[in-house]
């Protein structure tokens, strides 16, 4: 048998998600238990989402998890380059090669026709959305068309009978027809390749033997079990592994829960804790044991006791664990210097002098000025999140409003914050003073007076601020998905005011 080698292929496209390390985690695992390879390739073929500072957090936090891999941008390795961005080149003759061989075409589909087929296709109810009106160009036309400078993406010719039949490793034989299944885009207009194709040349041309990957990614198996047979390339085995779900039994999202890997490390986790609890989701070790080493799960690993099913989220085991791990790996001795390595150290209690040295008239007073910077649930109060008496409801809005303010630039600097919390007023029309910098207090420490907010908030950082924001929503009754759906509409077009006067 070849030499396993397996890979973790994320995006930078935001912050470090907790599925990031769940899949890595399992990759990991099955290299080390077969003595094989483990490989991070950085798919950043979204240029316009992708960003280095991202690449440079998925690092970070798979390192503060205690992950490391053999081959990947910042190691090496004989496969590289092991960023797509770098590798364009060779996407484009691989395409070309498929053009070549007529098992591509170059379809020049406006932005206009897509969205007139797009319609017509959901109102007959079908799967499918692109009709393949480009599928049969003559050559002649086709260079008419380029000539013309007519802007084109190349589509792969995808069977239009028949099924598509293979079989992933743990969930058994999977089909699925090919009626069902697009003209797959493969490079885009801007000559950069869509993550299908960039995905499957890659996997082949690293002698990727094994993809373990997430469930979300099932359909497009079919799309690249396709290239594989195309190409003439050898597939891989596919692993598709159970999704992490939150507590609604949806995919675990960031509009409800904390998916940053550093909102755990930040909230004082220890990584062995959470590694242990992260593979407990996706797996059962023998005689149910729940709290194990990771040289444990991969001497005994076997794919057999992966779930089959998506795997919930739950906070409060992660915290048992992470209780069990404190009471038999840290001695007593040694907890002090844990604290200081976490929180309790110069630097960052230099941070909070500027904060708390005009506003406290003993010492005494300093951890009742900054309490919340040390904990992880601060006690809600309906009084204070709701200033002036506005509604439950609509502070509950006005936090998500900020949220997504923040999130559209990603930058959560002071006065982005500050921009963000005047923006809020303006959109809802309510005063800046009395109202949102009061609802914020109240969600940031659970107070209605402390240390100067946007400082704080700063200081806190963003995946324990975001943290809060959430927490402090839910406990205003939430928003429901329908919700906030017509309540991301109206946002998008400037209308918060009016939705909270329909509403009340
Ligand atoms: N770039 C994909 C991601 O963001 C990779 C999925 C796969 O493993 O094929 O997770």
């Not at 020049?108 to 480009?134: C, H, I, N, P, V």
Request: net charge neutral; charged share 30%; with cysteine.
């Amino acid at each position: 048998m070849d030499k396993v080698r397996v890979r973790i292929a994320p995006s930078p496209t935001g912050d470090p998600h907790v599925g990031t390390a769940y899949m890595a985690l399992f990759n990991l695992i099955f290299a080390r238990h077969h003595k094989g390879d483990f490989i991070l390739r950085i798919e950043d073929t979204d240029q316009s989402r992708s960003k280095a500072e991202y690449e440079q957090n998925i690092y970070k936090a798979l390192k503060w998890s205690n992950i490391s891999w053999d081959e990947g941008p910042d190691v090496g390795g004989s496969y590289g380059p092991y960023r797509q961005s770098e590798r364009t080149d060779i996407y484009r003759e691989y395409c070309q090669k498929l053009l070549d061989e007529g098992k591509a075409y170059k379809c020049f589909a406006t932005a206009e026709e897509l969205q007139e087929m797009r319609e017509l296709s959901s109102k007959l109810g079908k799967r499918t959305g692109y009709d393949r009106r480009y599928r049969n160009l003559s050559t002649e036309e086709i260079a008419k068309r380029e000539n013309e400078g007519q802007p084109y993406v190349v589509r792969l010719k995808v069977p239009l009978t028949g099924t598509c039949e293979y079989i992933d490793a743990i969930k058994g034989p999977l089909s699925c027809p090919w009626a069902d299944i697009d003209d797959q885009i493969l490079l885009k207009s801007d000559g950069f390749p869509t993550y299908h194709l960039a995905n499957v040349v890659d996997d082949h041309l690293m002698k990727i033997t094994h993809v373990i990957r997430g469930d979300e990614w099932l359909s497009s198996t079919p799309k690249h079990v396709l290239l594989y047979e195309v190409f003439g390339f050898t597939p891989p085995t596919f692993m598709h592994l159970p999704l992490l779900l939150g507590s609604d039994g949806k995919k675990l999202s960031k509009r409800k829960n904390p998916t940053s890997i550093f909102y755990y490390r930040d909230s004082g986790y220890l990584p062995e804790a959470f590694i242990n609890f992260l593979t407990l989701m996706g797996y059962s070790m023998q005689e149910d044991k729940e709290v194990y080493s990771i040289d444990e799960i991969i001497k005994e690993f076997d794919p057999k006791r992966i779930g089959v099913s998506g795997a919930f989220f739950d906070v409060k085991k992660l915290d048992w664990i992470n209780q069990q791990y404190i009471i038999n790996t840290v001695k007593e001795e040694d907890l002090w210097e844990r604290l200081q390595e976490w929180i309790y150290n110069e630097t960052f209690m230099q941070k909070l002098m500027p904060l708390c040295h005009t506003r406290i008239k003993t010492f005494g007073e300093f951890m009742d000025l900054c309490h919340f910077f040390f904990v992880n649930k601060i006690p809600h109060n309906t009084q204070l999140l709701c200033p002036k008496k506005i509604t439950p409801q609509t502070s509950a809005y006005i936090l998500q409003a900020i949220l997504w303010l923040l999130e559209k630039d990603d930058n959560w600097d002071r006065d982005s914050i500050e921009k963000a919390s005047r923006n809020a007023a303006e959109l809802f029309e309510v005063n800046h003073k009395n109202i949102i910098i009061k609802l914020l207090f109240a969600s940031l420490t659970g107070k209605h007076q402390g240390p100067p907010l946007f400082d704080s908030f700063v200081i806190l950082g963003k995946d324990r601020a975001r943290a809060r924001f959430l927490e402090a929503i839910e406990f205003l009754g939430g928003i429901s998905n329908k919700k906030l759906a017509t309540f991301k509409k109206l946002f998008e077009a400037g209308q918060c005011k009016e939705l909270v006067e329909k509403e009340s």
